[in-house]
């Protein structure tokens, strides 16, 4: 069973710092490309990013209104995606998903997410 | 960047009914549309992919259609665990974008 779990929300200052992280199980990671999407309370989804998998050098692309705040990276030794989400705003107010892609570069299985609450 | 608009934003049916969400796209592209449905407090759940291929146990009371711009989700009879709330997403080209969602509702 394809299974993603998230961690590592919680309350944090504007212009704090924090680091997400999804576990995955239930299929070989290595071999798929993964993303973050986030919803704001009470709005539509959001693409966050993407990494690709190994065969594709673990490339990363970015949704403009987090680019140079945050970074994706994964470790497959681990079964591990991470968000690293830094220079934080209250716009970053979300529930955080991750997600994988299917051979078809479509999303497939979402993770039940994690909520980050960005306030003073 | 790609919009993506759905219509209508809500609708209110009976359980039986024949449902038709649509999406379009500000351009093409071609068939890379996927559609999720959500349920309040939950992750969304892919449903179609390629536009019209239904993903691993979804049921074929859902089907999707359409190319280029214009998208279609159609539920053929509804049920009430079909009460929620779907999304469009193209996935041609950077930023990944989704519609705005709609929200079904019982009548």
């Known amino acids: 069973e394809v299974q993603l779990v998230e961690s590592g929300g919680g309350l944090v200052q504007p212009g704090g710092s924090l680091r997400l992280s999804c576990a995955v199980s239930?299929?070989?990671?290595?071999?798929?490309?993964m993303d973050w999407v986030r919803q704001a309370p009470g709005k539509g989804l959001e693409w966050v990013g993407r990494t690709r998998n190994k065969a594709n050098s673990y490339t990363t692309e970015y949704a403009a209104s987090v680019k140079g705040r945050f970074t994706i990276s994964r470790d497959d030794s681990k079964n591990s995606l991470y968000l690293q989400m830094n220079s934080l705003k209250t716009d970053d107010t979300a529930v955080y998903y991750c997600?994988?892609?299917?051979?078809?570069?479509?999303?497939?299985?979402w993770g039940q997410g994690t909520l980050v609450t960005v306030s003073s | 960047d790609i919009q993506m608009t759905q219509s209508p934003s809500s609708l209110s049916a009976s359980v039986g009914d024949r449902v038709t969400i649509t999406c379009r796209a500000s351009q093409g592209i071609t068939n890379y549309l996927a559609w999720f449905q959500q349920k309040p407090g939950k992750a969304p759940k892919s449903l179609i992919y390629a536009a019209s291929s239904l993903q691993s146990g979804v049921p074929s009371k859902f089907s999707g259609s359409g190319s280029g711009t214009d998208f279609t989700l159609t539920i053929s009879s509804l049920q009430p665990e079909d009460f929620a709330t779907y999304y469009c997403q193209q996935y041609k080209s950077y930023p990944l974008t989704f519609g705005g969602g709609t929200k079904v509702e019982i009548k």
């Open positions: 997600v994988r892609e299917n051979s078809r570069n479509s999303f497939d299985y």
């Open positions: 239930g299929f070989t990671f290595s071999d798929h490309y």
